[in-house]
């Protein structure tokens, strides 16, 4: 919570103001019991009706004075406030901007997305609700007891006892609410994450005859989550009355001493009424401080997992000293490579060693989870490698500047990304000033022209959010025309021509080819037919490198790749 | 957002008028629709509050104790302030005697009287509410209890068509938001508009005996609130439109950024990608503003009018006190009921709001409820004791809608033990079968029969437990591994489950998982790879041992290796049963002693694979694309 105070620090101008217009406008609600005392003691009781009219005026005055306090403290509030969540968010996206997948492999990506949108929300509003009430309510509370001390010292012992009752109630329920309102949210979770299943998962439900089985799952969580919300429910119940209570025997005690005091001559009738009122008002401003106990856990979640962000220093950062790519050009070699996730108790890679060439196709194969796409994911150094080093054109990743290190390779992921926006802006996500013949020769290539076409606006079509207006084919093809328009000196791959049938597949491969001359290409595939004519082909198998060589050469001495290709091809294409 | 601005409402911090409290507005709580929000209407007002009520009949007899603690604990705190006012009175005279130099002591005992009279009054009105709201809390939660169990039982009943008519975020949001919504309207609004009812009938009957003038008064400012909120509330709507019109785009953008990460990192495109995103978030902020400065001042503008009042009844009250119409301790009551009634009539807007949503919400639980059911089960109905497999469609006709015609009178006949292959590019309707077949959806004519009887005749259960299926989403829940491989089959023991899991291929990677069988899935199962999500659907059909399997896609996503392997369990597995294969790939359909060829939802073929291709058709020419296209003339990367 605290780590987050430095970014109040832009604002600590306007929070003082609206702290002191806040002061103003509760001194002028304090000030009104006090005039009203003069009405009753000098008007009323001394039918002074002219002077009645004058304190009327008076008060009016008071009252709209306090009134355009709060509007200025409300304007100064909503804008700090509101600056403070635009620069939390600022702040939080720029930071995540740099982080590398290993962070958003930790932290989890729709966790991120949560704390830079709603997390920051909440904080936002617990700010504005601070400064809307829970300022006004100390500075009442104080307020209050200086006036009413200033009505009548003796009487303000009464306060002395039910304030501290008032506040210990408050507290006790105050704290055994939040833990039950923390238990209610979670019993809320499950019982969504039990309906969502249910959802998603009814054809196999119903197919395993399981559906009582769900009821009785759900009939569990409904039932624990009624008999919190019950606990939870008859627990506040006692709240409200009991303060109620509380409040209205404080006023009963003021008539009984006041009466005594009034009796003694030592207090007069109209500052009765005023401390009244000013008894009132303590306590109202104390109920409104609880509130804070509410909040305050919330915001401090949502600070937690902000602050969690902005601590968590990208792993990937720059070398102090970086050095510029040797005279080499487009040359990807792996060194003794082990690498492994985080937690993870085996190697994702161990041991790789390979050379990919300028002008060579390399592919890569080997079976689910044999750390094919973990190895490409290298190259780019979206992680670092525990062992070994990656070199491209002669110098180890780490010791490059990331950005000149990504600007050489053009990436094509398993799964497309496309960004909402035109088809054009998708491509020239990959250059952007490229030309528009550059843009369409990047499409034809990628064999993406025949469907642009047919798109309404070609080029200028929307995609939407997530390419959901798009086949999968089709978006691989723009994700693929992406990659190409660098024109990098590396192509990488993943296993990015799965989602194309074999003859777009084979045809693209073979627009390709002229395409790349001096560039390395590296391809993670799946389909032998994919790989079949490579330069080069590294068999991967449970992280390790079963094989390296040519279809030919690896049909002879791999039996891994032997395995993978006698399960696609038919006997007469294997020959 | 509007979450917080509902608590931030009831009990403002600075209440100037008012002796006594009355009753207040909860401070943990208070009606929801937050303010300036648009309201959603009820289509059919009446309907749905007589339904309403008659969820909460079984709970008559607590609402009435509800009802009269209620009704007794705000007519117990209204007497009050008249009381005390007299006390006041009492010592205002005492008081005023002195001011004239008269001797004067006070009536100890008449307050003393008074005292002990007001501390049983209130002590009981607080007794009272503490009951009302302790009932309630019950009666609240138990019926929203019943709702959501009804609602459960009544999906576990719906046909499919249903869902796949729907979105989950649809079904999901009347389960949740909605009973939520139910739930909190009857917890805290349903008391607050009995006692406010009260409150102001009350407040006005008391004024009434005090003075006509100044309840007049008191009325007067009613308008000036009305006036105040419904302008306000125009601006803050059209405000509160533009901030979530910015937020939508900004999360949007953040969704897109942060999901597509990986990309935006390979392009170099971060410091454009912050570009954007400040650009937005620069808007956000000046209609954010906007929209909280609006609804902000609603406050300070309600405590203006609230302290007119309380100024006039000061002036107005003061100069009737000199004039002897009415007595001092009048006005410490009016100040009071001024509150009392001024409170709920401001909030009334919002009382409404929150009747209306709280409609709306119970309005489409009840439409989840008034659905057709699926048709239930013959009362005759059968089971197969000990099924051989052998299916046969019928001259079975089935349309999803009416006006397009899908499957027209299909025939086929599949032996026990054989394997049917339903082939088809994307998209062609494949799962209609698997729909059919286990009477996820009914069909329009002809019959389906298993073992020689209609499925229609046999118990949902009976002719589900004969199927094993393995679907293309690969379904797990949130549990371990082990729960969601034994949910083919209740009971399983763990050697069962393993020799399941080897079967498929997945107790080799379930082992390295950290915590082997009790690797618990997260939500999504991203803890785990699509693959090997597969791998565990199939282990989950291989531990039910059922007559029939549906295998749907099963291996699309199962690299082709691992395939093999997968491939040499089915074989095994599908030894004397019948199989439907739903599946793309050569080796599987190969094998297959009937392939269906399907197109546009509809077969449009059938024969083995020579005949097919021998016939030059549909299916020749998917399978020449297919699987015979990996050589063209030109030569490739």
Not at chain 1, 166 to 176: C, D, S, Y
Not at chain 1, 327 to 353: L, M, Q
Not at chain 2, 141 to 157: G, H, I, P, S, Y
């Amino acid at each position: 919570m605290y780590g987050l105070l430095r970014f109040l620090k832009p604002y600590r101008f306007q929070i003082a103001c609206v702290l002191l217009l806040i002061f103003g406008q509760t001194m002028a609600d304090l000030y009104l019991p006090t005039l009203m005392s003069d009405i009753i003691n000098t008007g009323v009781m001394k039918g002074d009706v002219g002077y009645i009219w004058r304190v009327g005026r008076l008060m009016m005055l008071v009252a709209l004075g306090g009134t355009t306090a709060s509007i200025v403290a409300a304007l100064l509030s909503s804008r700090t406030a509101m600056g403070l969540g635009k620069d939390l968010r600022d702040a939080i996206f720029a930071h995540v901007e740099k982080f590398s997948l290993r962070e958003f492999d930790k932290l989890g990506t729709p966790s991120l997305i949560t704390r830079n949108t709603n997390d920051v929300t909440q904080i936002q509003m617990v700010a504005i609700i601070m400064m809307r009430m829970m300022v006004s309510a100390p500075i009442m509370c104080i307020g209050g007891l200086i006036m009413a001390l200033s009505k009548d010292k003796g009487l303000t012992w009464i306060l002395a006892v039910t304030l501290p009752i008032l506040a210990a109630m408050v507290l006790l329920v105050a704290t055994k609410g939040i833990s039950l309102f923390r238990a209610i949210q979670k019993k809320i979770d499950k019982i969504n994450l039990v309906v969502r299943e249910n959802l998603e998962g009814i054809r196999v439900i119903r197919a395993f005859n399981r559906v009582n089985h769900e009821k009785q799952r759900f009939h569990e969580a409904n039932l624990d989550l009624t008999e919190t919300s019950i606990r939870a429910a008859q627990l506040m119940a006692l709240l409200m009355p009991f303060m109620m209570l509380i409040m209205n025997l404080t006023t009963v005690a003021i008539i009984w001493f006041g009466g005594i005091r009034v009796d003694q001559g030592t207090l007069d009738i109209g500052n009765m009424m005023a401390f009244f009122q000013y008894a009132m008002q303590i306590m109202y401003a104390l109920l409104m401080a609880s509130m804070m106990f509410i909040m305050i856990p919330r915001a401090q979640a949502s600070a937690a997992r902000i602050h969690e962000v902005l601590a968590t220093a990208p792993e990937i950062v720059d070398a102090p000293v970086t050095r510029n790519a040797g005279r080499e050009r487009s040359h990807v070699e792996f060194k003794n490579v082990t690498f492994s996730y985080p937690g993870a108790e085996e190697p994702a890679i161990r041991n790789v060693s390979f050379d990919a060439r300028p002008g060579e196709v390399t592919a890569i194969i080997g079976g689910t989870g044999s750390g094919k796409s973990t190895l490409l994911n290298l190259i780019p150094r979206f992680y670092d490698v525990d062992q070994g080093s990656v070199l491209v054109d002669g110098v180890d990743v780490r010791e490059m500047a990331q950005e000149e290190l990504r600007a050489k390779i053009g990436f094509v992921p398993q799964k497309a990304v496309l960004f909402s926006g035109t088809v054009a802006e998708n491509i020239r996500y990959g250059k952007e000033d490229a030309s528009e013949e550059e843009v369409r020769h990047a499409a034809e290539v990628a064999q993406a022209m025949d469907f642009i076409s047919q798109l309404e606006g070609g080029f200028a079509a929307v995609v939407a959010q997530g390419g959901t207006n798009l086949s999968g084919g089709q978006k691989q093809r723009l994700s693929i025309a992406r990659a190409l328009v660098r024109k990098p000196e590396i192509y990488l791959f993943d296993d990015s021509f799965s989602a194309l049938d074999f003859k777009t597949d084979a045809r693209l491969r073979a627009a390709l080819k002229r395409e790349i001359n001096g560039a390395t290409v590296l391809i993670v595939a799946q389909r032998v037919s994919t790989v079949m004519d490579a330069d080069r082909i590294v068999v991967l198998d449970e992280g390790r490198v079963a094989g390296i060589g040519t279809h030919r050469e690896l049909m002879q001495t791999c039996e891994v790749y032997r395995e993978i290709v006698s399960s696609q091809l038919s006997e007469e294409e294997i020959a | 957002m509007s979450e917080e601005r509902k608590e931030a409402r009831p009990a403002g911090p600075t209440q100037p008028a008012g002796l006594g409290p009355g009753r207040g507005g909860r401070p943990f709580g208070g009606g929801h629709g937050g303010f300036g929000r648009p309201v959603e209407k009820v289509k059919d007002f009446r309907g749905t509050l007589k339904r309403l009520i008659r969820y909460l009949q079984p709970m008559f007899p607590r609402l009435l104790i509800v009802l009269l603690a209620t009704i007794a604990s705000t007519v117990l705190s209204i007497i009050s302030p008249k009381i005390m006012g007299k006390a006041v009175t009492s010592l205002g005279q005492t008081f005023g005697m002195r001011l004239m130099g008269l001797p004067a002591h006070v009536d100890f005992d008449y307050i003393g009287k008074i005292a002990l009279w007001l501390v049983a009054l209130y002590a009981t009105s607080a007794l009272f509410n503490y009951i009302a709201q302790y009932v309630m809390a019950g009666v609240a939660q138990k019926t929203v209890f019943a709702m959501r169990r009804d609602m459960n039982d009544k999906l576990a009943r719906l046909p499919l068509k249903y869902f796949d008519g729907r979105t989950h975020g649809e079904i999901m949001s009347r389960m949740t938001n909605d009973i939520d919504n139910i739930s909190s309207s009857l917890q805290q609004s349903l008391g607050q508009l009995i006692s406010s009812a009260v409150g102001v009938v009350g407040a006005i009957v008391m004024m009434l005996t005090i003075s006509g003038w100044l309840t007049l008064i008191c009325i007067l400012t009613l308008p000036l609130s009305f006036f105040v909120t419904a302008l306000i509330a125009r601006f803050s709507q059209r405000n509160f439109a533009a901030q979530q019109k910015e937020l939508g785009e900004l999360n949007g953008l953040v969704e897109e950024m942060f999901t597509g990460h990986k990309i935006v990192k390979a392009f170099g495109h971060e410091q454009k990608a912050i570009y954007e995103f400040r650009q937005i978030n620069q808007r956000l902020y000046e209609a954010g503003w906007r929209a909280q400065f609006v609804s902000g001042i609603i406050f300070p503008l309600m405590n203006f009018i609230n302290n007119t009042g309380y100024v006039l009844i000061c002036v107005v009250g003061g100069i009737m006190v000199t004039q002897r119409r009415i007595q001092l301790g009048d006005i410490t009551a009016f100040f009071q009921y001024q509150r009392m009634f001024t409170m709920p009539i401001a909030q009334m807007a919002n009382i409404v709001n929150v009747l209306q949503s709280t409609l709306a919400s119970a309005e489409r639980v009840f439409e989840v409820l008034n659905e057709p059911e699926e048709e239930p089960d013959r009362v005759d109905a059968k089971i197969i004791p000990s099924p051989r497999g052998e299916v046969r469609f019928q001259d079975v006709t089935f349309r999803y809608k009416e006006d397009m015609p899908l499957i027209e009178h299909l025939n086929l006949e599949v032996k026990p033990g054989q394997t049917i292959a339903i082939v088809g590019p994307t998209g062609a309707g494949k799962t209609t079968l698997v729909n059919l077949l286990m009477r996820f959806y009914e069909i329009r004519s002809g019959r389906i029969t298993i073992d020689g009887v209609d499925i229609r005749d046999l118990t949902r259960e009976g002719l589900r437990s004969l199927f094993g299926m393995v679907l293309q989403d690969a379904w797990l829940f949130s549990g371990t591994i082990r729960d969601n491989i034994a949910y083919g089959r209740e009971g399983a023991t763990h050697e069962e489950i393993v020799r399941a899991a080897k079967a498929a291929h997945a107790d080799h990677f379930i082992r390295a998982l950290p915590n082997g069988y009790d690797t618990v899935l997260n939500d999504e199962a991203s803890n785990i790879s699509q693959g090997e999500k597969q791998l565990l659907t199939i282990a989950r059909a291989i531990l039910a041992d059922p007559a029939i399997l549906i295998l749907d896609e099963a291996t699309s996503s199962v690299d082709t290796r691992t395939e093999v392997h997968i491939q040499k369990a089915m074989t095994e597995l599908m030894k004397g049963r019948t199989s439907f294969v739903i599946a793309h790939r050569l080796s599987t359909i190969r094998n297959a002693e009937k392939i269906l060829v399907m197109n546009n939802g509809r077969i449009i073929e059938t024969g083995t694979h020579e005949e097919l291709l021998a016939r030059g058709g549909f299916y020749a020419d998917l399978y020449n694309s297919q699987f015979a296209g990996a050589y063209l003339d030109e030569k490739a990367v």
